[in-house]
């Protein structure tokens, strides 16, 4: 897979973008798929500490301890 081609392109709508390269990768037989569902996951990152968290994980353990 040449991902440097990938064709995901910036938008607003993060989980739509993502659908739409996926079937342009299947639909030009650079994948192989059958129907699927497209998931968006949320990352947060804290700029004062520069940790990473996924969104579940943060909420769950109610924020940071800055």
């Given at each position: ?8 392109k ?23 798929l ?10 947060i ?22």
């Amino acid at each position: 897979m040449d991902w440097i081609n990938f064709p995901i392109k910036s938008s607003g709508n993060g989980r739509l973008t993502w659908q739409r390269g996926i079937e342009q990768l299947r639909d030009n037989n650079q994948l192989t798929l059958g129907e699927f569902q497209t998931l968006a996951d949320s990352r947060i990152v804290c700029e004062d500490c520069n940790s990473q968290f996924d969104i579940l994980e943060l909420l769950d353990q109610g924020g940071l301890q800055l």
